[in-house]
Every structure is written in structure tokens, then in C-alpha cells.
């Protein structure tokens, strides 16, 4: 799922693209990508790109008149740009075209699954609506942040990752964010001692304006591609079985359902191996409790 830092990096190179340019069309191919049916689609043909920002991960295109394009990645979508008109879609992957003077903008999402979106409101209380409600850590205090996370009681990746309280934050860089912090993904949020919470806001903070800057250096004036949750830089998300950039144990992981935990024992869990709910419950006894049983 793009998060904070691709929906920056896909921000910075949309601005010099379509700020200022008229939107001459919008072709939906998806029934299921609109949310919306009033205002229609046609109401936004004709008008000029007047501001770009991020809610969230949502993208939000404003155009002139108080009109808003709100778009959601979701998991797989994703956005790509053609210096030329691309007149058909993708008919497996293509759910809508937005139609410029200066190109076309493509919205596709891989997999069998839609759950990308695209709302079209009217006037900034139309994008209120669809704000989560997460605290953006940009210009954030320590206090804030605390507030944020422990707004209910919760595992970290989970209250990380929640976006009805922290804002722009996904599964790849809670990851970073809890390695950096030196805390363990399943540590109850509640249960932090006062350094333990400056540490984790400290890591947050840093790790989400390192990370953007790295995408949007690294895009430079092309257009982001191949953007996924995975980065060859990152010190343990996707990173399972290799070793840690800091202290050298064996990154591990956590599976449930179709989404996964990266983590160091050996900076994280004091050098425990957390239970795995797939592999733990096949292996059993033989499932390693500690770095020094994983090596043997």
C-alpha cells in the first residue's frame, strides 16, 4: 500500500504535470472505483487543477469552482503518467483515465479485488468527510502524538497503523518506525514507559521525512514507478532471514492473514522470537523461543 511517503512522492511530481491545467475529461472504467454520483463526473470536465494535496493517503486534486477529486490507492493501486493522450485503458488493470492539456493520468489496481476509489465532492466540508481523522506528524508535538496513539489500547503496529489516530502511516513503515525505536510490533501501546514514547515519536517523525525524501530524490523529475512497500534501503520490512543493519540477528517475521510483521529480536525483543500464528501453530515445540534455539 502506498503510504505517507509515495503519496508525497506521486504529489511532487503530479504538481509541475497538472497544476494550473485544465481537466478535459475523466474516463471511468471501473463502476466500482466512483463512490459518488453527485456532483457527476462531467462536472469536473473543463476545469483548471488549483491545488494538490495529501489527506492522509488520499490524494486530493481541487479544481476550480470548490470541486475536489479525493482518490484512494488503497493496497494496489496505482497512478501513471503519459506525456501523450493514452486513449484505451488497460482492460485488466485499468479502472479510470484523467484526461490533461499536458497528458493523461492512469489509475490501475492489480489483482482481482477493486477497492480503490475516487469520490468527487463539493466544497472543503465534502473532503472533511473522508478524512480519517489521524493526527499528521508533520509540525506534531511528543504530547500529540502520545494522545494519538493511545487513544485505545492496542498492539504498536496496530495503533500505529490506525488511521482514525496516527495519519499516512502503513504496515512497511510501522516496521522502520518500531526498528528504529527499539520496540517490540506486538508491545501494548498503553504500556510505554516516558522514553519509550519520546523514542517511538522521535523514530516517527524522522523516519517518515527520511523516507519521503528518499522517494521524491530518488523520482527526480520522472514520474514514480514500481511503487510498492518494499525498498532495498529499509532495515527490516521485507527484509525476513537477512540480517539486521544494526546489530546482525536474522530479521523475523510475523504472519496473520494476508499481512506480515518484520522485526529484529536482537534490537527489538531482547532477543526473543515472537510467535508466528502460521508456523508456530505447525511447528510447535519446535517453534525457536530465542535467537541463541533459531541459530541452533
Not at 496505482?78 to 506525456?83: K, T, V, Y
Not at 501523450?84 to 484526461?99: M, T, V
Not at 480519517?132 to 506534531?140: C, F, I, V
Not at 519521503?212 to 532471514?241: L, Q, S, W
Request: negative net charge; proline residues 5%.
Amino acid at each position: 500500500m502506498p503510504e505517507l511517503p509515495e503519496i508525497e512522492a506521486y504529489l511532487a511530481a503530479l504538481r509541475p504535470r497538472i497544476e494550473g491545467v485544465v481537466l478535459d475529461s475523466i474516463r471511468v472504467q471501473s463502476f466500482s472505483l466512483l463512490r459518488t454520483f453527485d456532483p457527476p463526473v462531467e462536472a469536473a470536465f473543463g476545469r483548471p487543477v488549483v491545488g494538490l494535496r495529501r489527506l492522509g493517503k488520499r490524494i486530493v486534486v481541487e479544481l476550480d469552482g470548490d470541486l475536489f477529486l479525493v482518490v484512494h490507492l488503497m493496497v494496489a493501486g496505482r497512478l501513471h503518467w503519459f506525456d501523450e493522450k493514452k486513449k484505451p485503458l488497460q482492460r485488466k488493470y485499468g479502472l479510470a483515465a484523467f484526461d490533461f492539456a499536458t497528458g493523461t493520468l492512469t489509475l490501475t489496481e492489480a489483482g482481482t479485488k477493486r477497492r480503490a476509489s475516487l469520490h468527487i465532492v463539493s466544497g472543503e466540508d465534502g473532503v472533511a468527510a473522508l478524512d480519517p481523522g489521524g493526527l499528521e506528524l508533520d509540525g506534531s508535538t511528543r504530547e500529540e502524538f502520545v494522545a494519538a496513539l493511545t487513544a485505545e489500547r492496542h498492539t504498536l503496529k496496530r495503533a500505529l497503523t490506525d488511521a482514525r489516530y496516527i495519519s499516512g502511516i502503513g504496515g512497511a513503515f510501522a516496521d522502520e518506525i518500531m526498528h528504529r525505536a527499539r520496540l517490540s510490533p506486538l508491545q501494548m501501546n498503553t504500556n510505554l514507559d516516558d522514553a519509550e514514547l519520546t523514542r517511538l515519536y522521535e523514530a516517527a517523525v524522522a523516519s517518515l521525512e527520511e523516507w519521503t525524501r528518499i522517494r521524491i530524490e530518488e523520482t527526480g523529475d520522472a514520474f514514480p514507478e514500481r511503487v510498492t512497500a518494499f525498498h532495498p534501503k529499509m532495515a527490516v520490512h521485507g527484509k525476513y532471514g537477512k540480517p539486521c543493519p544494526v546489530c546482525g540477528a536474522p530479521v523475523q517475521r510475523i504472519v496473520y492473514a494476508d499481512r506480515e510483521t518484520n522485526y529484529c529480536p536482537g534490537c527489538q525483543t531482547g532477543g526473543k522470537i515472537l510467535a508466528d500464528r502460521s508456523l508456530s501453530r505447525l511447528l510447535k515445540d519446535d517453534w525457536p523461543q530465542s535467537l541463541e534455539e533459531l541459530e541452533d
